[in-house]
């Protein structure tokens, strides 16, 4: 459900929320977070034969919004095409604070949706995008406050690491806004290597932090 009209969803809607995300702010690190934190919090890597196919997956916390988003792309080549790419942008949105890296109970909204994709994968340098975005599911708060700015990923190919390191610029609050993505599965139709195990995770990786809802 498109909804050009409505606040954007990562803006502050009241007051209330205003108060409710400074308290979140007050008592949350204000370090943002880095390209080893998002690795941190992602699942092992999968290597499929084609070098974009598959897929891939970031956990990005906005920190100035007090919101986490989970991204989900579903990359394909198009057929007869050396580079173009078509596919779906799938996304969990919640509000927490820096700590809550998987979804707890619900402050203020939680709400799913997914976007049409396409891009192009061309001297190993990955752009793809979302068109109008469709409300799939709100988990709690209010549906008419939703409206969403289509995300727009770009970045280099890591074929070592089966990730890319993007920046989102969606034409509103997102600006060079980072999200690393790696691979984690192929599709069921698509072949992989015979070593597809053989993935090694980056060469650091920090703390996860404890706690959280």
Not at 2 to 30: D, E, G, I
Request: net charge negative.
């Amino acid at each position: 459900m498109t909804a050009p009209h409505r606040r954007p969803a990562n803006r502050l809607p009241s007051a209330a929320v205003a108060a409710f995300l400074l308290a979140l702010t007050l008592r949350t690190p204000s370090a943002p977070a880095t390209v080893a934190e998002q690795r941190a919090r992602l699942p092992p890597a999968a290597e499929c034969e084609h070098p974009v196919e598959g897929k891939w997956k970031a956990i990005v916390f906005r920190q100035n919004y007090q919101m986490w988003h989970e991204f989900l792309l579903e990359v394909r080549p198009v057929p007869g095409s050396t580079s173009d790419l078509v596919g779906s942008i799938h996304v969990d949105t919640w509000f927490g604070g820096a700590e809550q890296s998987e979804p707890g109970p619900c402050r203020i909204e939680r709400f799913k949706g997914s976007m049409e994709g396409h891009g192009s994968f061309v001297g190993g340098q990955v752009v793809f995008g979302g068109g109008p975005f469709k409300l799939e599911e709100m988990l709690c708060g209010d549906p008419t406050s939703v409206s969403y700015a289509p995300d727009q990923f770009s970045g280099r190919l890591e074929p070592e690491r089966q990730e890319f390191q993007a920046v989102n610029n969606d034409g509103s609050t997102a600006v060079n806004e980072p999200a690393v993505f790696r691979r984690v599965s192929c599709f069921d139709d698509a072949p992989v290597t015979a070593d597809k195990a053989g993935v090694k995770p980056p060469p650091f990786f920090p703390e996860r932090r404890e706690g959280g809802c």
